[in-house]
T-cell receptor, first 112, second 113 residues
């Protein structure tokens, strides 16, 4: 059974804290993505990666960074969390050509 | 980006009704996905279409490439179908060298018993 696992489902962090969101996939897919989802705005692309040690900015990269040291793991980092980063974060993998997409369960982050 | 438009935004139906959700897009695509998101967050893929029609149980998805339009139909709707349905298109010219997905904002479906 295919799995995309996000390590934290619910987090509460303070403003200014460094936050790590981890995503691990077991399908040997090259393409991995981080999105945030907000009411009325839908899914917005933060960062993506097509290969190990490769990363590209999506539509809303400000305030975020990523790390992909191993093929199966793609981490999203909030260097200094702010209240406007309170959101639901989703990790996904995508097969070549966009044929199949798998999402993690999502991580609900509240920054206070 | 408004390249993917879904309608309606919200839909309330009675159990047993036939439901249609529409998706229009303005970019050239190689694939279109219909996704389902239940309360609590997780998103699952229902269909991937590149042409024609697909059926899975009570769900039917169609795509018209020339008109850049897709529909998701639910026959004999049930309260467990209540969810957000999201249309996403794969655009080879968006994002990096391999293309990327562009999402609609979703249709919130509520099926009453």
């Amino acid at each position: 059974d295919v799995k995309v696992t996000q390590s934290s489902r619910y987090l509460v962090k303070r403003t200014g804290e460094k936050v790590f969101l981890e995503c691990v996939q077991d399908m040997d897919h090259e393409n991995m993505f981080w999105y945030r989802q907000d009411p009325g705005l839908g899914l917005r692309l933060i960062y993506f990666s097509y290969d190990v040690k490769m990363k590209e900015k999506g539509d809303i990269p400000e305030g975020y960074s990523v790390s992909r040291e191993k093929k199966e793991r793609f981490s999203l980092i909030l260097e200094s969390a702010s209240t406007n980063q309170t959101s639901m974060y989703l990790c996904a993998t995508l097969t070549g050509g966009g044929n199949t997409i798998y999402f993690g369960e999502g991580s609900w982050l509240t920054v206070v | 980006k408004n390249e993917v438009e879904q309608s309606p935004q919200n839909l309330t139906a009675q159990e047993g009704e036939f439901i249609t959700i529409n998706c229009s897009y303005s970019v050239g695509i190689s694939a279109l996905h219909w996704l389902q998101q239940h309360p609590g967050g997780g998103i699952v893929s229902l269909f991937m279409l590149s042409s024609g029609k697909k059926k899975h149980g009570r769900l039917i998805a169609t795509i018209n490439i020339q008109e850049k339009h897709s529909s998701l139909h639910i026959t004999a709707s049930h309260p467990r179908d209540s969810a957000v349905y999201i249309c996403a298109v794969y655009d080879l010219n968006y994002g990096g060298s391999q293309g990327n997905l562009i999402f609609g904002k979703g249709t919130k479906l509520s099926v009453k018993p």
